[in-house]
T-cell receptor
Framework: GENVEQHPSTLSVQEGDSAVIKCTYS??????FPWYKQELGKRPQLIID?????GEKKDQRIAVTLNKTAKHFSLHITETQPEDSAVYFC?????????FGKGTRLHILP | ETGVTQSPTHLIKTRGQQVTLRCSSQ?????VSWYQQALGQGPQFIFQ???????GRGNFPPRFSGLQFPNYSSELNVNALELDDSALYLC?????FGGGGEQYFGPGTRLTVT
């Protein structure tokens, strides 16, 4: 079955700097790669997603890249703000079954 | 917020008991997936229902079972509860099947097994 590895597990960046989270997946049939943000005690919220026929997608300060050959994908957050502090999960999906990474706790330092 | 609701919000059970958790899908969605999220971990896929039939299962024992109803709402049942079953249980609904559609998560049910 699918396995998703996510790094780093914890990331601290200065406010205004960029943050990068990287993930790899094992199942080459996975075709949908969502990223979720989860604040303490709340549900995961989709922040951006990318499909396997696209290499890059951007939404304001957030961008995601996908390398199908290498089976890895990354989340880039630019100009980080205090409200970006949360746990971020990458995921890979095939047939609508989502397999999550273990998460990255992002701290935005003042 | 999504249109997915779950009940109850919190639940405390004793080891060996049985529990039923409920999920109402977002209107028009025909697929429901259930996830278990232990503290400090990512959600783990339990199983998925599509048009009232189980459509894939993760690495969970048979004491985890489910149902989906004609209105696409769903239940997760767990028998013979164990301490390790303590977790946040999330359901997510989606419309597309096989097309990699966005899943909308409910707020979750926090289950504590003592």
């Amino acid at each position: 079955g699918e396995n998703v590895e996510q790094h780093p597990s914890t990331l601290s960046v200065q406010e205004g700097d960029s943050a990068v989270i990287k993930c790899t997946y094992s199942d080459s049939a996975s075709n949908y790669f969502p990223w979720y943000k989860q604040e303490l005690g709340k549900r995961p919220q989709l922040i951006i997603d990318i499909r396997s026929n696209v290499g890059e997608k951007k939404d304001q300060r957030i961008a995601v890249t996908l390398n199908k050959t290498a089976k890895h994908f990354s989340l880039h957050i630019t100009e980080t703000q205090p409200e970006d502090s949360a746990v971020y999960f990458c995921a890979a999906s095939r047939d609508d079954k989502i397999i999550f990474g273990k998460g990255t706790r992002l701290h935005i330092l003042p | 917020e999504t249109g997915v609701t779950q009940s109850p919000t919190h639940l405390i059970k004793t080891r060996g008991q049985q529990v039923t958790l409920r999920c109402s899908s977002q209107s028009g969605h025909n697929t429901v997936s259930w996830y278990q999220q232990a503290l400090g971990q990512g959600p783990q896929f339990i199983f998925q229902y599509y048009r009232e039939e189980e459509n894939g299962r993760g690495n969970f024992p048979p004491r985890f079972s489910g149902l989906q109803f004609p209105n696409y709402s769903s239940e997760l049942n767990v028998n013979a509860l164990e301490l390790d079953d303590s977790a946040l249980y999330l359901c997510a609904s989606s419309l597309a099947f096989g097309g990699g559609g966005e899943q909308y998560f409910g707020p979750g049910t926090r289950l504590t097994v003592t």
